[in-house]
T-cell receptor, first 113, second 112 residues
Framework: KAGVTQTPRYLIKTRGQQVTLSCSPI?????VSWYQQTPGQGLQFLFE???????NKGNFPGRFSGRQFSNSRSEMNVSTLELGDSALYLC????????????FGPGTRLTVT | KQEVTQIPAALSVPEGENLVLNCSFT??????LQWFRQDPGKGLTSLLL?????REQTSGRLNASLDKSSGRSTLYIAASQPGDSATYLC???????????FGGGTRVLVKP
């Protein structure tokens, strides 16, 4: 069974640009969550989607948005990039994270210059 | 607001010694607690998931306990090996808001 996949793995953008990251969950999983990991703040929750609906959102500005498609694949978008957005963005999938494990992908390393 | 703390931030042990990793959380209203391993520059690998109704979970050399009343979880790794060197993270899924809150992690080095 294939694991969680994220594309692209590495990305370099300049300030002011926007970026879209993609996540394909494990087959059958309906929940996809996104996290940001930085050396200073650690791992922080961005948002969770379940059956195409955003079920929960972390404390991030509106520049961070996401969506989930009918096949459970998810994308997150960051507009007007800032230097502080440089981070490892991790996606996780689960049957239902309230009761089952979350499985993480390898992440997308975003560098903003 | 849930806060998850892992102390110490780093740990170095000789090969063969048992590892004890601590995790504390402030809000006991959780669905579950999950332990992860992260190798440098990589994603997270799930190690164990403990439901709020459980006291412990075991997988091979790993054993994790959960004490909701005291807000603590402990991960035990028996007979450590150099390949166990990594950062270990615990995360609590809180009932309010249904989100996963992570600790800062414990970086473990097992010396041959």
């Amino acid at each position: 069974k294939a694991g969680v996949t994220q594309t692209p793995r590495y990305l370099i953008k300049t300030r002011g640009q926007q970026v879209t990251l993609s996540c394909s969950p494990i087959s059958g999983h309906r929940s996809v969550s996104w996290y940001q990991q930085t050396p200073g703040q650690g791992l922080q929750f961005l948002f969770e989607y379940f059956s195409e609906t955003q079920r929960n959102k972390g404390n991030f500005p509106g520049r961070f948005s996401g969506r989930q498609f009918s096949n459970s694949r998810s994308e997150m978008n960051v507009s007007t990039l800032e230097l502080g957005d440089s981070a490892l963005y991790l996606c996780a999938s689960s049957w239902d994270p309230r009761h089952y494990e979350q499985y993480f992908g390898p992440g997308t390393r975003l560098t903003v210059t | 607001k849930q806060e998850v703390t892992q102390i110490p931030a780093a740990l170095s042990v000789p090969e063969g010694e048992n590892l004890v990793l601590n995790c504390s959380f402030t809000d006991s209203a959780i669905y579950n607690l999950q332990w992860f391993r992260q190798d440098p520059g990589k994603g997270l690998t799930s190690l164990l998931l403990i439901q709020s109704s459980q006291r412990e979970q075991t997988s091979g050399r790993l054993n994790a306990s959960l004490d909701k009343s005291s807000g603590r979880s402990t991960l035990y790794i028996a007979a450590s090996q150099p390949g166990d060197s990594a950062t270990y993270l615990c995360a609590a899924r809180q009932a309010a808001g249904n989100k996963l809150t992570f600790g800062g992690g414990t970086r473990v080095l097992v010396k041959p």
